[in-house]
C-alpha cells in the first residue's frame, strides 16, 4: 500500500493566521491527492482535487499544491468555522486508496 | 442534488456478517455511469477505503479486506450494499457510504456498527 504522512498530527492557530499542513507519499503519485475536512461528528467533504482544484463551492481561502511525493495544503487566513481534521487521500491505480492519519486543526 | 443514507443494524456479533445499504436519492443509480464506494473509520481514527461498485457491478475492494467483503448494487431500489464477514471487534466503526471513482462526495451522514456479544 502506498503510504500517506501528514504533518503535523495537530495544529493550533489563530483567527486570521496561514495554515499549512504538509502530505507525504511513500512513492510517485504524480497529483493524484485529494484533501477533505471532517468537522466532529459529520461526514468528511471533498475540499480539493487532483492536488490543486478547488471544488465547486468551497472557499477560495483553501488551496493545495504539490505533485510526485509532496504535497501541501493551506488555509490562507484561518477562521473560526475552519476547526475540523484534515485529512490527505492518494488515488494512484495502486489499490487500495489511502488517507493521512489526519491533521486536527484547533483555534488558539 | 444526490443524497446518500446508510442504514443497517448498529450491533453484530463476533463472526457474524455486518450488512449495510446506502439509499441513494436525488439521482438513479441505473445508467448513472458513477462508481460507488464504501469507507470507514474506527472511533478517534483514521479513514479506510473498502471498496466500490460501477453502475455495470464491476467492484473493486481493499485487498486487506478483499476475502470478507462484496459490496452489490440494487438498482430498482437506487441503493448498494455492503456485506463483511466473519467480523470481529476490529470492524468496529463508523461506516459511510459515498459517491465516486478516485474522489468522494456527497458522502452518507454515516452509521456506527459495534461489533460485540
Known amino acids: 500500500d502506498i503510504q500517506m504522512t501528514q504533518s503535523p498530527s495537530s495544529l493550533s492557530a489563530s483567527v486570521g493566521d496561514r495554515v499549512t499542513i504538509t502530505c507525504q507519499a511513500s512513492?510517485?503519485?504524480?497529483?493524484?491527492l485529494n484533501w477533505y475536512q471532517q468537522k466532529p461528528g459529520k461526514a468528511p467533504k471533498l475540499l480539493i482535487y487532483?492536488?490543486?482544484n478547488l471544488q465547486t463551492g468551497v472557499p477560495s481561502r483553501f488551496s493545495g499544491s504539490g505533485s510526485g511525493t509532496d504535497f501541501t495544503f493551506t488555509i490562507s487566513s484561518l477562521q473560526p468555522e475552519d476547526v475540523a481534521t484534515y485529512y490527505c487521500?492518494?488515488?494512484?491505480?495502486?489499490?487500495?486508496?489511502?488517507f493521512g492519519q489526519g491533521t486536527n486543526l484547533e483555534i488558539k | 442534488q444526490v443524497q446518500l443514507q446508510e442504514s443497517g443494524p448498529s450491533l453484530v456479533k463476533p463472526s457474524q456478517t455486518l450488512t449495510l445499504t446506502c439509499t441513494v436519492s436525488?439521482?438513479?443509480?441505473?445508467?448513472?455511469?458513477?462508481?460507488w464506494t464504501w469507507i470507514r473509520q474506527p472511533a478517534g481514527k483514521g479513514l479506510e477505503w473498502i471498496g466500490r461498485?460501477?453502475?455495470?457491478?464491476?467492484?473493486n475492494y481493499n485487498p486487506s479486506l478483499k476475502s470478507r467483503v462484496t459490496i452489490s448494487l440494487d438498482t430498482s431500489k437506487n441503493e448498494f450494499s455492503l456485506k463483511l464477514s466473519s467480523v470481529t471487534a476490529a470492524d468496529t466503526a463508523v461506516y459511510y457510504c459515498?459517491?465516486?471513482?478516485?474522489?468522494?462526495?456527497?458522502w452518507g451522514q454515516g452509521t456506527l456498527v459495534t461489533v460485540s456479544s
Open positions: 487521500q492518494h488515488y494512484d491505480d495502486l489499490l487500495p486508496y489511502t
Open positions: 461498485i460501477y453502475t455495470s457491478g464491476i467492484t
Open positions: 459515498a459517491r465516486g471513482y478516485r474522489e468522494f462526495g456527497p
Open positions: 512513492q510517485d503519485i504524480s497529483n493524484f
Open positions: 436525488g439521482g438513479s443509480i441505473k445508467g448513472s455511469k458513477e462508481y
Open positions: 487532483d492536488a490543486s
